[in-house]
């Protein structure tokens, strides 16, 4: 799914987003229609024809899509205004969204993440939305809190925790949204992208079982 997919606007609207549209006015989309708070994170630069990260490490394992402040947590904002304010100063900064406070994220493998996406289909689960990075991972947005109750619901499940891939993300990190670029990797995109339907985030309990029973198959291959 391309970037230039529809993200969700009011309860009864949906707005497209255009193509070419700035990093800064999907940054302030996400404040303002999804009330997701939203920071500024790193950039690319051409350097000798080559782009590489802001952060000025030639080896940073995601040029462009990390936090350019150890202070982020305090600047992430929920305010449009603001949101627009801070893309001002940069306006080819990354778009990070800290976890821990409008939702979580599961973070599985991309193979086992969609497979766990056409189980929760046949099993007509309310999703929320789902993002795929360039390094091959995928992350489900569930309710904050995910992360004190994955553990044992796993367990319960009959999976032993530390021989799935599966991390929850949650206070005290991020994930990067889409458009946001890695380097030369290609661009986070959405394989559930935000409506007005799934306004409404699962609780993680909704989900684990066919991530848990998908991770647990990829760690067989």
Not at 98 to 122: K, S
Not at 129 to 136: A, I, K, M
Not at 178 to 194: D, F, I, K, L, S
């Amino acid at each position: 799914m391309g970037v230039e997919e529809t993200i969700a606007g009011t309860e009864t609207a949906q707005i497209p987003k255009q193509r070419g549209e700035s990093l800064q006015d999907t940054a302030v989309r996400y404040a303002e229609e999804r009330h997701w708070d939203v920071f500024p994170g790193t950039w690319l630069e051409a350097v000798d024809g080559v782009q590489r990260c802001s952060c000025g490490d030639p080896a940073c394992a995601v040029p462009g899509a990390h936090p350019a402040r150890e202070d982020w947590a305090t600047q992430a904002t929920g305010s449009a205004t603001v949101a627009r304010r801070l893309w001002a100063k940069q306006p080819s900064a990354s778009i990070l969204l800290p976890t821990g406070r409008t939702f979580d994220a599961i973070d599985v493998p991309e193979t086992a993440g969609f497979l766990a996406l056409a189980r929760m289909h046949r099993m007509e689960l309310t999703l929320g939305p789902v993002t795929c990075t360039p390094d091959r991972r995928m992350q489900f947005f569930v309710l904050p809190g995910a992360g004190a109750k994955v553990p044992d619901l796993v367990r319960k499940l009959g999976w032993p925790l530390a021989s799935l891939d599966l991390e929850v993300l949650g206070e005290g990190t991020y994930v990067a949204a889409p458009p946001t670029r890695y380097g030369a990797h290609g661009a986070v995109q959405w394989a559930c992208r935000p409506t007005p339907a799934n306004r409404w985030l699962p609780d993680a309990e909704e989900l684990i079982s066919p991530l848990a029973y998908a991770c647990g198959r990829d760690a067989r291959r």
